[in-house]
């Protein structure tokens, strides 16, 4: 048996390699992506008001243009922030980041 045969052969196929550092470089630089100019419409008119609608019975959502729109990821990304109880807006913005990138790399 030789050196080479014991490496697993998943990690022989530039795939592999590629994916890995795109994970590596997208958990160090979630942080710099910036404020998208929709970030807090998605986040409020899309999340909060969805999130209020399904848990609270709010009929906010119902008076504006973001029923149309699919809910579930804004639902989720309000979910964290509501279990975590985050003391800045700052930190919101940073965890939806680092969510989106999270769940834009697992598919």
């Known amino acids: 048996m030789q050196l080479f045969d014991l490496i697993p052969v998943y990690t022989k196929k530039p795939s592999f390699w590629f994916f890995l550092i795109l ?7 979630y942080d710099d992506y910036g404020l ?3 970030d807090e419409w998605s986040r409020v008119d899309t999340g909060l008001n969805n999130f209020n609608y399904v848990f609270h019975g709010d009929k906010t959502l119902l008076s504006n243009n973001e029923k149309y729109h699919g809910p579930l990821v804004e639902m989720l990304l309000v979910t964290v922030e509501k279990l975590i109880k985050f003391k800045d807006i700052s930190e919101v913005y ?7 990138f999270l769940i834009f790399f697992i598919s």
Do not use: C, N, S, Y
């Open 23 to 29: 994970f590596f470089v997208g958990i160090q630089v």
């Open 36 to 38: 998208g100019w929709d």
């Open 94 to 100: 940073l965890m939806r980041h680092a969510v989106l």
